[in-house]
Every structure is written in C-alpha cells, then in structure tokens.
C-alpha cells in the first residue's frame, strides 16, 4: 500500500491532466490540500476520474480557497468517509464515527474548524500478516496562523486540539490511524533551513503541540540524533505509550537526515536554494509505523507547487469495499445519473475544439500571499546551508523563461518528471568558493524592520516576475523597449550590446526608469520591490539582490545589498 500527501497550492498543479497526475505518483490513495476548489467550483473532469474515486472538503466560506480532497484508486476504496473532524458535516450513512470527548469546544467553536474544508477522513481495510484491519486516513490542511490575525493563531491551536482528539479517538476505537498533510509547522530544528533565526524555537506553541502529539516528541529535543530510530515501541496498549500516540514515519525512518524540505517561498526563489521547512508529514499511530511502513520520503523534484508531494510505503494492502461510500463526488448532483454521461461526452467534445468551453482559468490555483507559510522567515545568521543543493547560474533570468534541469539529491524519477515539467531556472552546480564568513552588516530584514518597525515577511515582489527593467541595458526589440520606457515592465537582465545603440537613442527620446545599482556582491542588476507591510515606509521603493533567497553562507544565494530608491533624482 502506498500513499502519498501533496499540497498543490490550487488544483491548477495537475492542468496536464488530474489521473495523468494520479497515475505517476504512483499511489493508492493521493491527499491533496490547497486544493482552492470550493463546490462552485468543482467541475467534473477534476472530481471524477476514472479508475479512482474521490472525496473533497470545501471552504463554505470563501470560494477558492483552502480545500483538500482524497482520490484512492478503485482496488482503494474505502468503505467509510467523512467531511471533517467534528462530525456535523456528517448526516449521510456510511460515516466513520469515533469523534473523542469535543466538550472543550463549544459548538460555535467546532463549526468554524470545520468550515474551511481542511479535512477529509477515509476509511480503509488493510490485510496485515493476514489478519484484516481497518486504518483510518486523515487527510489535513491544517490552518496558518497569519501573524497579522493574532486570532488566527488561536483557531490554528484549537484545529491542532480537535485534530488530536478525533485521531486518539479512532485509535480508540480499534482502527489503525494515518494523519498525513499540510500540518504548516516545522517540528524540530533539523525541519528548518534557519531555525537558530527563530526566536525561543521551541516555544512555538504548534511545536508544543507536535511535542504532545507525537510520540516521544519532547523528550527527543535532547536526544543525540546519531542514536537512530525509537526501539522503545513494544508497548502494545496505546493509552500506556509514555507521551503522544503517533510518530513522524519520515523522521522515524530518517532520523539524522538533514536539509529535507517539504515547502519553499516561492516569492524569494528558496527552492533553489533549498531554504525551506518540512510542514508536510505522514504521521502514523506507533503500532503501523514500526510494524507497517517500510519506506517514507519525500519528493523535492516534483514541482508545480510551493510544496512537493511526501510519500510513505506500507507492507500491508489493500481491500476494496466494493462500492463507494455516499460521500464519493460521482455522486454528487451535479455529476450523477445521465447528466454526468451528458457531461463526460461534452468535455470529450470540448477537449478536441481548439476553443474550450470551461477555460484553464477558471481552475484556481493562483498563490495567496496571505496563506503564506509561517514558518519560513526568511533571514541570514544560523546553520549551515545545505550543500547537496545546486543552485542557478543565471538568477537574473526569471522563473519559466528558461528550460529547467532538474538536479536533486535523490534518483528523479522518470514519468513524474515528466509529468509536472514546470519552470525551473537553469541548475548548474556552483564553481564558486564558498564565502568564509556571513556578511556582517545588516541585512535585508534588519534594514526593513528597522524603518518600518516590524519584522515579519514585509517585502512583496513588485509584481511577477520580480525583475526590473533597466532601460539601457535590457532591450531585446525596439518595440519591447518603446513599450517598456512608456510603462516600466518586468523583463529579463540580459544585456545586448547590439541593442546598445538603439537604447541610447530612446533614452535620449523618452526617459525612462532609472537603471538598477548592481550588488555588491555578485555584480548584477538589482531588482526593485515595495514596503507592502503598513507603516512609516508603505510604498517605498527599494533595490535588493536578484538572487534567490538562501543561508548567508551561501555565496550563490541573495546578498545583503539594500538601496531605498532616490526619488530625488
Ligand atoms: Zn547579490
């Protein structure tokens, strides 16, 4: 049995094709989070899909945003499935049950965390050394505290809480149980590309809770992590387990394994520099993940998110119910009985129009900086940077305009590959000697924090790609450089001498932006941003580094150059 967790950041992630996607992440059952989709949304070739059967969990709130959704192959199917953790999205037969003791939560509380479509539970029989079993899937996208919303952090803790007592509940009950997802922290230093940036680390109260969920979770922040996996699991009776019931079946399996991230900001081009945090997990109950998980890992190659897919192998397999449960989207409405006939063949004949009827479009899958990940602050003094990872060559040239070549740490494996070919930079292994010491001057982030007085992700790109023109340097066409003098735009840096001639002469017609300070590290043209953080500095222009975000020690990454924009001039 294998399985696999993924948050897409929008569904638009598998535009090649939902079962072309399935189908090379090679699983059984695919969870999937950031899905956007709400119900209005929904269409019928991403709910069903042949040879699989799916359940989703919507946002009754805004539409578009969060949303998670389980698609298990047919030799998968599981016999109960819930929406949520609460239970009161759950009038239909076929529900899971075991909800725990929810008397801590009143019951205003327990609608809103499971009004966001962050949960969806399946239920699945698995034959273990021929004795049949149940195991139960929670499928979670688990809330960011926006630091921004101080009541977000709040909610965040309180869907950690109900996660736990609906999980230890199951467990309870006879089932094995798998919590896999998004869960949005990082829980120990070795998940974090900058943990020694993070203020009291430990006291994030989202790891306090990772602590107490997971097995041996506290007392494994003093542990030598040369000492290997837990051998302390004999215990059989889950309620005599000294601390949490479940175990991270990654770090169980990987336990010294450093620079292993599961998610990147996308706004400073982290991945590249593998400047990231692992937020995504398959937790299992101590008994399945020392009896049951023989392989667990994770998937930095695949993009076409901010985060890769995780996957996790189990010895045991799979039996079938032989008919889906209620909550099954083929069911639903608006694809049941002749009318989702009707539609399949529309889509059929829509697929060889050159004009789709339903445009890529209207899939959501754009990011939304305000889901943005908590747990990466981007920042310069700490660990060192991971040396496996290979950075780009050309960091002046924007995401998707170049062919990518994949270059990772693990084996890339073939059809997936190929299969979400998105838009890396070119990666060519650094020639450089590394920098012996952290730039000591002040950074980035000291600098804007310092005018505008608060220290959080306060720079937004100044549109995307985060480039800025440089009218004498930049032409590629005349007609792309008149256009470019009228309205400053995005464009590539490469410089062209050819076109030297004709930039002079519009510079000399129309005056355009002033060019970008080179850094002074690498050389290169800077990019220009705005303070989008309220405060003294809201809408000041400034000039930074190109290059990708990364540790100060890595002299391929973003230096520390920081130039407000004169507007004197
Ligand atoms: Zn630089």
Redesign the pocket.
Known sequence: MKIVTWNINGIRTFRGGIKKALESLDADIVCVQETKVTRDLLDERTAIIDGFNSYFSFSRGRSGYSGVATYCRDSATPFCVEEGLTGLLTSHEGAVGCYGDQTEFCSEELQLLDNEGRAVITQHRIMCQDKEKTVTVINVYCPRADPEKPERKQFKLQFYKLLQCRAEALLKGGSHVIVLGDVNTSHRPIDHCDPSDIDDFGENPGRKWLNGFLHGGAQDEDRNEEEGPHEEWEVTSTDSIQGGKFVDTFRHLHPTRTNAFTCWSTMTGARQTNYGTRIDYIFADCQLAKKQFVAVDILPEVEGSDHCPVWGRLSCSLLPCSKPPPLCTRYLPEFAGKQQKLLRFLVKVDQQKPVQSEPRGALPGSQEEEERRENLKPHGAGIASSKKRLLTSDPVVPKGKKPKTVKGSAKPQGSLLSFFKPKLTNAVPSTKAPVKQCEKSVGLDDITSSQSSQKDTSLVCNGSPPLYTCSSTTEENDQLTHRRHLTPQPSMGHSDPKKGASSVFWKSVLHGPPPPPS?K??G?PCVLRTVKKEGPNMGKQFFV?A?PQGHCSNPEA??N?FAWVDKGK
């Open positions: 850094c590290v690498h290169e580094c290059r973003r230096c150059f």
